[in-house]
């Protein structure tokens, strides 16, 4: 199981909050303070076209009309108009029957492209009325309303009032920001109250993360402080369950595979030591010669697993291999283990070329290891390759660091598996045996030294290996530099 570098809660948590609440808020409020607006609006106006109806109403009233002549009732209408008692507030006009204004109470123009909406209003209503809102010549926000008058006032059709509405729009404009700014108000609140709840959220969460990747990562003690509550802190409790039952199989793992090695030494070291008496026993037959020959060289590769196993258990339980570096030539090294390699691909049918620089490559490496890693790299390049196939070994220097260069022309390696060869426990789709952990313990051995494990492969041209070591006194070279 592995992790990603990433945060498990990068600002997810915060993300899916604006989402799903806070963005759905900021909507809703904004929809109210539009159906607000829209709703005051159609209110005040209403309110103020109620009340003009009823001055027109009064104001229609109070003509005289029975008993009079003609002129004596237009006289009237004249005196009415000119001496309009609230032409502060209100613009009176007497509109004709085809909407043209007959009278006004301060020589008002209405706007040509307005003059009859009232009117015409009016003409097709059922109660006589008829309402505008627009704008007057000068710009001014005004409400017109219209009544249609009876036969009895010659060219006289209707009456009309015209107000403005700027009170009107001035109140609203307050009643409208004061909604806004309780909208605001909500807003800030809901962002605050949700932050507060979200980072709540995060510390817990991004702790059960960082625990979990610790965990992911082999370090089966780590554990998270339950400090909360709720689901968060039943959360807390099946991770640390969590880990310490993986705690508990791991020990069981490491100790099985301690427990195992150790029973196995035993036996194998007799069997070896027996073999190589036996073949000290002069005998003819070549079958007895190849058996024992058999039995000694599979001894040592199980001795070579059972090393292998117990480098492995010390590494699971994270404690450093042991090793011991002197001063060795590391050609001197390396030609011993390719001379072994020679004999053993000999009898597959396989060549080994090996080149190495005449002087002497001095490093400071443990021998045990170093033969350690020479034999599972070497192991592997006798595994992949097939009868009549080559095996390349070249030692260089480069700088500061031994370079060692094992080639294979086996089947090579996937170029997406190539990260993953060294994991422990993995094996490549066409792997053909093996336990899968010599490639890791090869690559620990490297690092341990101060060096290197790069692999580079190309699908049917084979795979090479690359060891780098640091030469004798170049680490301290570097120190002493930095």
Known sequence: MK????KLIPGGVTERWIYVTLIPTIVTVVIACIAVFFVFRRTYYYSAEQSIKYRISSTVNSIPTSGLTYSERYRNMVDLVENFSEKDKFELMILRRDGS???????????????????????????????????????????SVTQLLGSGYGDAAAVRLVSSLRLIDGRLLRNVGLSVLVGFIILVLVSLTGSLYVASLRRPINAIGETAKQVAAGQFDARIDNIYSGELGELCDIVND????????????????????????TPLTSIKGWSDTISTVSSDDELYQRGLNIISSETERLSGLVEDLLDFSRLESHRELTHEPVMLDLGAELSDAVLTLEQRAQKLGITVKYSEPDDPVIVDADKNRLRQVFTNVFDNALKYSSRKKTISVRLTVEGDSAVISVRDRGPGIPKEEIPRVTERYYRASNSVYGTGIGLSLVDEIMRSHGGSLRIESELGHGTTVFLTLPLHGSVQQSSETE
Do not use: C, W
């Open 3 to 6: 992790f990603s570098g990433k």
């Open 101 to 143: 204004v007959l009278l006004t109470s301060s020589g008002f123009s209405y706007p040509d492209d307005e003059a009859n909406t009232d009117f015409t209003a009016a003409m097709t209503s059922k109660n006589g009325y008829g309402s505008h809102i627009g704008r007057s010549p000068t710009g001014e926000h005004i409400i």
């Open 242 to 265: 969590m880990a310490s039952e993986l705690q508990r199989t791991n020990n069981l793992k490491n100790d099985f595979v301690s427990s195992i090695s150790h029973e196995l030494r």
